[in-house]
Structures are given as C-alpha cells and as structure tokens.
C-alpha cells in the first residue's frame, strides 16, 4: 500500500476583475468569456455576486472573476458584502485586473482600491477602460499616478485595446507545471457537499485523512493522492462541494468551487457521489454535464445506501430514476455504495478503471471500416431534399478521448437522430461505457 500526499494540482490561472462600481468590468468579463453572462447597466451596483467564467489567450486558458463594484464606506449591507467580495478576490486571485473609468479620472474609491492592491503584493494590471480616442489617451496618463508597472488603454466596447492587455496578462501566468505520477489516470471525487466525497476516500485510504464533519464546505481546496493498492494505481482527487451559486454564501467556498471545476477538467474519470437521502437534483445534473462536456469518463457513485428503506426503493427503481434524468447520455455505470460501512467501495474504483480504459481505447480504421461501413449502408442517412449523403470511410481521431469522423459527400445534412443512431451503434459494439463520444461527419 503506497500512500504518498503529492503537491496541491496544478490549476489555470485565477484572474480577478476588480474596481468601482460602473467602471466596465461586466462588459470586459463578458469579452473575456465571449458570452454575456454578467448583467450590464449604467446604475452602479448591479452586479452584486460574482461571475465566474473560462478564456483563453496564446495558449493558456484562464479561470476569470467578475466582482461587484467597490464602495468606499458603503452602509448598505449589500454594499459592505460587495466590498468583502473584492477584498477576498484580490487575496484569492493570481492576477487582479483594477479597472478603471477614462471618463470620470481618478476618485477617492480608486485610490482605496490602488492602496489594497499594493498591500497584497499581487501582479496586477491596470485597465484604463473606454480610451477610444485620442484625447482620452492623454487624459489617461493621470492614472500613472496610483503606481503600477502595468498599465494598458482599452475600450471593453468595441475591444480596442484588449489584445495588448491579454498579452501581458498571459506573459505573468507561470507556465503549466508537470504533475507527479502523470502518466496513472486521475480520478476526481466530485459532487455537492456533504454528500460523503471525503469519507468516501477515507474508506478507500483506511485512514482518516480527510476532515469528514455534517457542516457542508469541510473540504476547500483539490489535493493529489497517490493510490496504489489491490493491483489499482491511480491519482484520487478529493474536491471542494460544489452547490448552486446563489447557495454559496461562504466566500470562501466560491473559490473553492472554481478550483473543483478545474480538477474536472484536469481529471480523466469523474467520481460522482449522490446522497441516495437526497433527490437527483438539478446541481447533480449539472456537475454531471460539467464532466460529459469535458470528455470525462463519469461513474456515479449513489452514497449512503445503507440509510435507504429497501422494501420502497430497489436498486432497479433508482437506477430508471437516474437514467431517465441523464437522457439521452444513459450509458454510464451507477454504482451503489456505503462509506460508512465500505459497501462497494472498491466495486466504485473497480469500475472507474474499466471507464479509464474505455476512455482510453483505441480502434484500428481498418477494423472500424468493416464493423461500421456495412450498418452505414444497410441503414444509410435519410435523402435530404432529395439528396443522399454517402459515407465512405471512417476513423477514430487521434485524441485522449473517443473521437470518430466519418467522411461523406454531404455532411451537412446529417441530422442529429442519425448521429445519435451512429453513436449507440459504436457503444453497442466496442463498449464505450461512462464515456462520452464525439462523432463528426466531414467533407470526403
């Protein structure tokens, strides 16, 4: 039995959007983000929780943090939160970009902001947004007197600007550190909180490694454990709970919450444990969807089956349950198990090395052509317009995940019931379970 506690994951970069109210930080994280995700409005306060989203730049991809606007000696309660919310987003973050407005200048809620960032000792870029002229980059150069390095002219509007500015802010992120052990699969224990993701890994360990309390939220960040017992080997990643955002009152918890988002995307297989005391929510449906979109070989793992009344809920009953919410993605492997009482516990990582090596499958073309190219023409896709699409060959790409493309004469009119056709053939013949497929059809 090889227990070794290796260094915290690696995660992307946490960029931390900050400044007074009405500065443009919404319409800059919306750019970011490429979608509009945050509220935008000329009444200051508007956004009052924060907005997490992904982006990438030259390369990297980044985690981002639209704040509320701080209000220098704001009485309002949502005021004095919204101030808590951006002091712990410069603690928590490791780049801050402090916006701020061309138009108004500098005011007293900007020096606040500038004598906080300096504090901290964090990098930090300053934006001076809505420079879309030339006078307004003269007018720009009062803000060199808060004291950054880093200072860049921008328009969250129309983007001018945004290219240089991302520039510097990818040129301050480290680059990605190579991970211990990272040639065994990594397996993300991932769920709502308290639903027993820490007792769980105890079970597995023997030992009590992890806090285990009732109070959801015990765990706060991802960290790498080396498994290696019982002919398994392995990377066990116990994460932060993750809940609805408008639950996440701690302020904390939400970074803990992004940081669990990057262990998915960093994992290869996703453990999900569901409270069987607990309906199959739409949180667990979400954190579901959040690993099938990232590729990831998922088991569910319904916990806590020892407190279940048997006589009124079978196994079978629960499994139809949880299908049918999962449709049309049913082909993944439900596991019932008991921290507590280690039922099936070793059956739940059984299991996840099975999906870890269906994720992993490779099919030579060869074969693949004459398995799939004779269902094709015995059921080819349906005329379109009076058109027929003809198929003439396929292939797996070649990806960490399964990925096929299948080349026609006219992709374009291959609708989605044929690709879901496709699709469950190739899981009824090659055994893809817990792991979602891409299929693409392409131009011969």
Not at 180 to 186: F, L, M, R, V, Y
Not at 304 to 326: M, Y
Request: hydrophobic share 40%.
């Amino acid at each position: 039995f090889s227990f070794v506690h290796l260094k915290k994951i690696k995660m992307s970069s946490i960029v931390a959007i900050v400044g007074r109210p009405n500065v443009g930080k919404s319409t800059f994280f919306n750019r970011l983000i490429q979608k509009r995700d945050a509220i935008v409005d000329s009444q200051s306060g508007v956004t009052r929780d924060r907005h997490y989203g992904y982006s990438f730049w030259n390369g990297k991809d980044f985690t981002v943090i639209d704040t509320g606007g701080f209000m220098l000696g704001g009485e309002d309660n949502f005021e004095k939160e919204i101030n808590t919310q951006v002091m712990i987003a410069i603690e928590e973050a490791d780049i801050v970009v402090f916006v701020v407005d061309v138009e108004t200048g500098i005011n007293s809620m900007d020096n606040e902001i500038s004598r906080l960032l300096h504090k901290s000792n964090k990098e930090v870029i300053l934006a001076i947004n809505k420079v879309d002229n030339s006078k307004r980059q003269l007018d720009s150069t009062e803000f060199y007197s808060l004291g950054f390095e880093k200072i860049f002219n921008f328009s969250a509007i129309n983007g001018g600007g945004t290219g240089e500015l991302l520039d510097s802010l990818v040129s301050l992120m480290p680059e990605e550190s190579v991970i211990e052990n990272n040639e065994i699969p990594g397996f993300a224990v991932v769920g709502r909180p308290n639903s027993g993701k820490s007792s769980f890994i105890n079970a597995l360990l023997g030992i009590d490694r992890y806090v285990v309390k009732d109070l959801a939220g015990t765990t706060r960040d991802s960290i790498d454990t080396h498994f290696n017992r019982f002919g398994f080997d392995f990377k066990l990643i116990d994460t932060a709970g993750i809940r609805k955002k408008s639950k996440i009152n701690d302020d904390v918890e939400f970074y803990s919450v992004v940081r669990s988002i990057r262990t998915i995307e960093n994992s290869d297989v996703c453990l999900i444990i569901f409270d069987a005391t607990r309906s199959f929510d739409s949180q667990v449906k979400n954190i579901f969807w959040l690993a099938a979109r990232n590729n990831k070989g998922i088991v569910i793992l319904v916990n806590k089956w020892d407190l279940v009344d048997k006589k009124t809920n079978t196994i079978k009953l629960f499994e139809e349950e949880i299908r049918k919410e999962l449709e049309p993605f049913t082909d993944i492997p439900i596991v019932f198990i008991s921290s507590l009482t280690k039922q099936r516990i070793f059956k739940a990582i059984e299991t996840g090395m099975m999906v870890y090596k269906c994720r992993s499958k490779k099919i030579v073309t060869r074969k693949f052509n004459e398995t799939m190219l004779p269902i094709i023409e015995k059921t080819p896709p349906p005329a379109y317009k009076g058109k027929y699409v003809k198929i003439k060959f396929c292939t797996q790409l070649p990806s960490s995940f399964p990925q096929f493309a299948f080349f026609c004469n006219l992709p374009q009119y291959i609708k989605d019931p044929y690709k879901r056709f496709i699709e469950n053939k190739i899981r009824e013949i090659y055994d893809f379970n817990g792991v979602p497929i891409r299929i693409f059809f392409r131009k011969k």
